[in-house]
């Protein structure tokens, strides 16, 4: 069974039923249900069990929402009235930063290029990735692009590289594996001392989020900065028309639309050769475990920015979802999530990965005075534009509100806040916006409502405990499968 070996109702139900990494017939899944319901009513105890067990280090005494209420800022008190951070567009000059990559796939060495392209005196000294293809590929590409050249003692392969990149002189380490690992990395470096860039999500299930709460917390004591992949948070048309709405021309904001609906992404089929992990860690996107399904892994943008713009945690979400032309892994095609507020408000989220369909990228923000288009638009309710992001065109001699790339105005934030002495992290919101993506997958492999506070007492934990190249049980190619069978008359 994936997940805790602790025999709780959140391992039963999150794990077998929520989970939905294995079909269960109708007398299981009512067995499971009636379990969790008979759990409900001694939920206290169950929450101080959670507590308990959730208690590290100097931290003993806080529970996981405690942690996760804890935040300042916009993420606690809302849009209304927050300021938008003002960030350079090159990170100021300074001693030589020292980074090193962990996880070198297409966004691996992206994060490489990005970093480097931040400032002066920026330097990729370490990589390590589990595959030594992926290794040298990466190798490849950051020669060919930045001529950046890396002996190959500093060059390392396998289930451990993290550590070995962690103990190679370096100052900033890029967190860009499958984001299954990255609590593990994100807890190791925090523990090594070194700033971080991780890319999102930063878990794929609630036991992983929260320990890189935990982890966050640490860093901030340690004065170590944490910048985190959510782009649209350091994208100049998306900060300034946040800072619009939070400055209230669009009135109170009573709801919103979310939509990401695009094509298929990339797909491993089997070789006779790989063993189940080296399978599973090749098509690494179409495995829950490993990935933590599209809602998690992509639609996190637009939830983030749906997130940043509310600066509320629902308290419950209704899913659904289904799978129709995947071909490998154990995933969905789509979900749409409705999730509720404590004030009464409810939000629609929804998003596919189907090609040859319609697509749609859309964040729209609802207020009593008109609704935004995240991206660059305030509309007056009857349809009609209120502002406009004012893009120059190109060659205009005023380029004041040119979009930086926001994939290096990230590494841009990072490196000013190391070099200024001003520690910086976002990664209680990566969190927030982590946990809300997962509740609403739990929803949808369940067809069940969930509530923020079953994450919060959640033991569950996805995938293997140990890390090898051969077999990986208990984690069946099984796609979930909602409610119970019909029975015919």
């Known amino acids: 069974m994936i997940g805790s070996s602790d025999c709780t109702w959140e391992t039963f139900f999150f794990s077998l039923s929520l989970c939905g990494c294995g079909v269960l017939d109708a007398a299981r899944f009512v067995y499971y249900l009636n379990y969790y319901r008979d759990m409900e009513s001694n939920s206290e105890l169950s929450r101080r069990k959670f507590v308990a067990n959730a208690a590290i280090g100097t931290l003993a005494t806080l529970g996981a929402a405690d942690l996760l209420l804890s935040c300042s800022g916009s993420e606690k008190k809302g849009p209304q009235g927050t300021p938008a951070v003002a960030w350079p567009e090159t990170a100021p000059d300074g001693p030589m930063l020292r980074a090193g990559l962990v996880g070198c796939g297409g966004r691996g060495t992206g994060a490489a290029i990005n970093f480097v392209d931040a400032g002066p005196n920026l330097k990729i000294v370490a990589m390590g990735d589990v595959f030594a293809d992926k290794l040298a590929d990466s190798r490849a590409q950051l020669k060919k692009q930045r001529n950046i050249e890396l002996p190959d003692d500093k060059c390392f392969v396998g289930f451990d590289s993290y550590q070995k990149v962690l103990d190679a002189g370096i100052d900033v380490v890029l967190l860009c594996t499958p984001p299954h690992f990255r609590p593990a990395h994100v807890e190791a470096a925090v523990n090594a001392g070194k700033h971080i860039f991780m890319e999102k999500p930063c878990a794929v299930d609630p036991v992983g989020a929260r320990s890189i709460l935990v982890s ?177 065109k190109e060659g205009d001699p005023d380029q004041t509100w040119k979009v930086k790339d926001p994939y290096v105005q990230e590494h841009v934030n990072l490196v000013t806040s190391i070099r200024t002495g001003k520690p910086f992290s976002d990664a209680e919101a990566q969190v927030h916006s982590t946990l809300i993506t997962i509740m609403g997958r739990i929803s949808a492999y369940t067809g069940k409502d969930v509530t923020w506070e079953e994450m919060m007492n959640s033991s569950l934990s996805l995938g293997p405990k140990s890390y090898a190249f051969g077999p990986v049980p208990n984690i069946p190619e099984v796609i979930p499968v909602i409610g119970i069978e019909a029975v015919p008359s």
């Open 216 to 392: 966050a917390k640490k860093a901030e004591q340690m004065g170590l900065s944490i910048v985190s992949g959510t782009i649209r948070r350091v994208q100049k048309d998306y900060v300034e028309t946040h800072r619009r709405v939070a400055a209230g021309e669009i009135g109170e904001i009573v709801s919103a639309h979310v939509i990401r609906n695009g094509g298929s992404l990339w797909v491993k089929k089997r070789r006779p050769e790989w063993t189940d992990m080296e399978y599973m860690l090749r098509n690494w996107e179409n495995f829950c475990w490993l990935s933590g399904d599209h809602i998690v892994e992509q639609f996190i943008h637009e939830v983030d920015v749906m997130n940043w713009y509310l600066g509320k945690i629902p308290i419950k979400c209704m899913g659904w979802g289904g799978r129709q032309r995947r071909i490998t892994g154990d995933q969905y095609d789509f979900f749409s999530v409705e999730y509720v507020y404590d004030n009464g408000m409810q939000t629609h989220c929804a998003a596919r990965q189907i090609s040859g369909c319609s697509n749609l990228k859309r964040e729209i923000i609802v207020g009593t005075k008109g609704y935004a288009d995240c991206s660059g638009t305030l509309y007056h309710p009857d349809g009609t534009v209120m502002w406009k992001y004012p893009h120059p």
